[in-house]
């Protein structure tokens, strides 16, 4: 049996798809592409993502059958330090929750909300 990485993919559920890209692509500073749902029922736009490569892919979803919130799941983006989103949260419509802070060998995390209010995370080495 192959090994593999627990987590494969992952969707951010957006009540307004519109916001919540102006959102990421703000924090992130980099541009996400639309993508096709062979259902029809959902909008989606994927973050940048090299399906070989270590890590997940992923996309913000606006779907019938779920909707954004706080909660349970975590996103945690790998970002070069999480001081930038930091300073970025609050001008992309967002809001800080927990500022950087030190996790010890694994680097630097920090929380917020986006404008969906969704709790995710930004994590990086210094």
């Known amino acids: 049996m192959t090994k593999m990485n627990a987590v494969g993919w992952f969707d951010i559920y957006v009540n307004d798809l519109d916001r919540a890209l102006a959102f990421y692509e703000a924090m992130l500073g980099s541009k996400l592409e639309p993508m096709g749902d062979p259902t029809g029922e959902t909008q989606m736009m994927s973050f940048p993502a090299e399906m070989n490569a270590y890590g997940a892919g992923g996309a913000l979803t606006k779907a019938p059958h779920a909707g954004p ?58």
């Open 69 to 126: 919130g706080v909660g349970g799941t975590i996103v945690y983006f790998m970002v070069e330090d999480c001081a930038e989103q930091q300073e970025r949260a609050t001008k992309a419509g967002g809001s800080v929750v927990r500022q950087k802070f030190s996790i010890g060998e694994f680097g630097w995390v920090l929380l917020c909300l986006d404008t969906e209010g969704n709790m995710i995370g930004f994590n990086s080495m210094k």
